[in-house]
């Protein structure tokens, strides 16, 4: 509780810091910010979920004075009611907070995750408007923002806030060649993750492999460390500067040790599912009747996975409210699920091929989670076994 209240009391004598420069500017020269050194802070991911895509901060160094601050748009509060629901409905909502430096970095360190750092060719009228532009930010009113995953992030706000600050643009390379979609990078990120992996294609929708443009690759803290790499400010008296004066490695890369998720691989998974379906429809064949209790078990996963993705429909996340796996995996399942088990006559299995064959035309148009086709292969299965039985 200590360690609490010493870090809230840091903050409040920071966050005072930094408002009261803003707000006394007859007492606090241009000049003043020559010793100002501005940095962004592009960390890489470590092995926790949550940080398998980087982060991004902004570093104040005051050389002057000692005065060494990260401002960091990604805290969070995972205790709130009802965090986990909020999360999936896209209603998070992230916060700008301060740290010293330090520490910030110590965190990083102890993950081994490398923290590069751009020091920004700002002059020095550009860095006292940057200073009253955070430490508006940080006002009690304005400091929450409803985080958008792909769209208002960690990696966005210091971007617009450079941005902003600037007396002039910047103009950025053109990256022609490089159109990757949100699917492929998020899966580039989680590709030792592979039930994150599952996750995010499970949920994203056709929208998530649309190409993008260089402004939406940036909601990835590295692809933002390229652009502005490759930036020139263009000042409204005509000059040019690059936006990046140097730059270097605040914490060297350690070794980070890359863990499973878990012991089996959705493909795995996918694949003795298969089989158990294939030994299941061959021992019906055989015995010419069928297995209502596995129909009810495929039937249930498949429903109980579709309400998922129906709730996601209404979820302010981006790129969730058109996903085509709805054609096949969607609540219709539970509907039919008591006729079923009661062995009653039902439109269930022509229902089942019509969701097939939309999920296959639906293959074209968007990239499925690996466990789709395998899912769709097993009621393809069990609509096989039943049209049989009906002969």
Request: charged letters at 20%; hydrophobic letters at 45%; glycine letters at 6%.
């Amino acid at each position: 509780m200590q360690a609490v209240k010493r870090t809230v009391l840091l903050l409040a004598v920071l966050f005072l810091a930094v408002v009261g420069r803003a707000q006394q500017p007859k007492t606090v020269g241009v000049e003043y910010f020559d010793s100002v050194e501005v940095g962004l802070l592009t960390c890489a991911p470590h092995e926790e979920v949550y940080s398998l895509y980087g982060h991004t901060a902004l570093r104040w160094h005051d050389l002057h004075t000692g005065q060494d601050i990260a401002f960091n748009w990604g805290v969070f509060n995972y205790n709130k009611p009802y965090f986990v629901a909020r999360f999936v409905f896209g209603l998070t909502d992230y916060e700008l907070g301060l740290a010293d430096f330090q520490p910030f970095a110590d965190y990083y360190r102890r993950w081994g995750a490398m923290v590069s750092e751009q020091i920004l060719n700002l002059k020095p009228a550009e860095k006292q408007r940057l200073q009253a532009l955070l430490a508006d930010n940080l006002l009690p009113e304005n400091r929450i923002y409803r985080y958008n995953y792909f769209y208002d992030n960690c990696s966005t706000r210091p971007r617009d806030m450079v941005e902003r600050c600037l007396d002039g643009r910047v103009e950025y390379d053109p990256r022609r060649d490089y159109e990757p979609s949100f699917r492929q990078m998020i899966r580039e990120k989680t590709r030792n993750h592979d039930w994150a992996t599952e996750g995010n294609d499970l949920l994203l929708g056709v929208r998530a492999d649309l190409k993008t443009t260089r402004q939406e690759q940036e909601f990835l803290p590295e692809n933002l460390q390229y652009d502005f790499d490759h930036a020139q400010i263009r000042g409204n008296d005509g000059s040019w500067r690059p936006l990046v004066k140097s730059r270097r490695v605040v914490v060297p890369p350690g070794v980070q040790v890359v863990e499973r998720d878990f012991v089996v691989s959705p493909v795995e998974v996918g694949v003795a599912l298969l089989v158990v379906s294939l030994l299941i429809f061959v021992g019906e064949w055989k015995r010419r009747r069928t297995y209502k209790y596995w129909d009810a078990a495929l039937m249930t996963v498949t429903g109980l996975a579709g309400c998922v993705l129906f709730v996601m429909l209404f979820s302010q996340h981006p790129a969730t409210s058109t996903n085509l796996q709805l054609l096949l995996i969607n609540p219709v399942h539970l509907f039919y699920l008591p006729s079923v088990l009661r062995r009653r006559r039902t439109h269930y299995w022509t229902v089942v091929l019509v969701m097939l064959l939309l999920l296959l035309v639906g293959a074209f148009f968007q990239r499925y989670a690996v466990l789709t086709p395998f899912l769709a292969l097993c009621l393809l299965l069990r609509y096989l076994i039943h049209k049989k039985s009906e002969k």
